[in-house]
């Protein structure tokens, strides 16, 4: 039982596009949605989060869209560059404070130059 | 400050014995996770620890034990290994003043 559901596997985007990364959640109790990006050879390392009282969250070239009422959210990557390129997992957690979390299968970008 | 630190970094095991990973946290977090990390299923927990003498179930706790004495440490070990348990490991620990988790480099363990 998945019970966040990540897309695409993997992505190949242009130096200087736009990295989209889209997740889906079943449990309307998930209260905290992070992102984390894990470079080869590393642990995972928290890039940017959301709590549902709000749409979207920016911080730098990236975005968090989040839609309660889909259950879905998304990571979004401004001009995207070759040191972008990394796995990203989404994940999401309820019980404030107490943030067991439950991830995606994770998405493999590649930036081409 | 070293956050996290796991050990080893790498282990071949032979199936049947047992190894227990280290994980040492200096931020005095008091919440400790372990997951498992398998291509195409992403990041599983296994156990976790919300203070230490306490411990609790994750998603994937079969085969796997652990023990938190104090703060700092929360050892994950495997009591007879199988190869299905041939992962990458990782630690990692919050702080009650955040939502960040923080992640250990990892421990890769292969089970023959």
């Known amino acids: 039982q998945q019970q966040v559901k990540q897309s695409p596997q993997s992505l190949i985007v242009q130096k200087g596009g736009i990295s989209i990364i889209n997740c889906a959640y079943e449990n309307t109790a998930f209260d905290y949605f992070p992102w984390y990006q894990q470079f080869p050879g590393k642990g995972p390392a928290l890039l940017i989060a959301i709590r549902p009282d709000v749409s979207e969250k920016k911080e730098g070239r990236f975005t968090i869209s989040f839609n309660k009422s889909a259950k879905q959210f998304s990571l979004h990557i401004m001009d995207s560059q070759p040191g972008d390129s990394a796995t990203y997992f989404c994940?999401?957690?309820?019980?404030?404070?107490?943030?067991?979390?439950?991830f995606g299968t994770g998405t493999r970008l590649t930036i081409i130059p | 400050i070293a956050g996290i630190t796991q050990a080893p970094t790498s282990q071949i095991l032979a199936a049947g014995r047992r190894m227990t990973l280290r994980c040492t946290q200096d931020m005095r977090h008091n919440a400790m996770y372990w997951y498992r990390q398998d291509l195409g299923l992403g990041l599983r927990l296994i156990h976790y620890?919300?203070?230490?003498?306490?411990?609790g179930k994750g998603e994937v706790p079969d085969g796997y034990s652990v023990s938190r004495a104090n703060t700092d440490d929360f050892p994950l070990t495997l009591a007879s290994a199988v190869p299905s348990q041939t992962s990458v490991y990782f630690c990692?620990?919050?702080?009650?003043?955040?939502?960040?988790?923080?992640f250990g480099p990892g421990t890769r363990l292969t089970v023959l």
């Open positions: 620890s919300n203070t230490a003498g306490t411990t």
């Open positions: 994940a999401a957690s309820k019980d404030l404070g107490n943030e067991k979390l439950t």
């Open positions: 990692a620990s919050k702080g009650q003043s955040t939502d960040t988790q923080y």
